[in-house]
């Protein structure tokens, strides 16, 4: 089992930044890729930025340039850094992590971005 905690959520104006965090607990070692997920009301959850054991990153095209994904040294750790925010990224924001059998998903941060 695998849980994860996010914070860093909050409310910003248009073309402010904030930082969320992903903590991880449980069985962190079965922990192959790491992800951000959002979802708007009324709209379907879709992906934000992954990153790989390995380091190899993967960007939604609606965030390239102004997001980064990053993971902590401890490697229970995950990171959004998001630049340059617009009303457009306003969402509840997930953490994922997927082991070789299933994939677990945080309880999920507000995110709201104000014109």
């Known amino acids: 089992q695998v849980q994860l905690v996010e914070s860093g959520g909050g409310s910003v104006q248009a073309g402010g930044s904030l930082r969320l965090s992903c903590a991880a607990s449980g069985s962190i070692f079965s922990i192959n890729g790491m992800g951000w997920y959002r979802q708007a009301p009324g709209k379907q959850r879709e992906l934000v930025a992954v990153i790989s054991s390995g380091g190899s990153t993967n960007y939604a095209d609606a965030v390239k340039g102004r997001f980064t994904i990053s993971r902590g040294d401890a490697k229970n750790m995950v990171y959004l850094r998001m630049n340059s925010l617009k009303p457009e990224d306003t969402a509840v924001y997930y953490c994922?992590?997927?082991?070789?059998?299933?994939?677990?998903w945080g309880q999920g941060t507000q995110v709201t971005v104000s014109s």
């Open positions: 994922q992590a997927s082991t070789t059998f299933r994939v677990y």
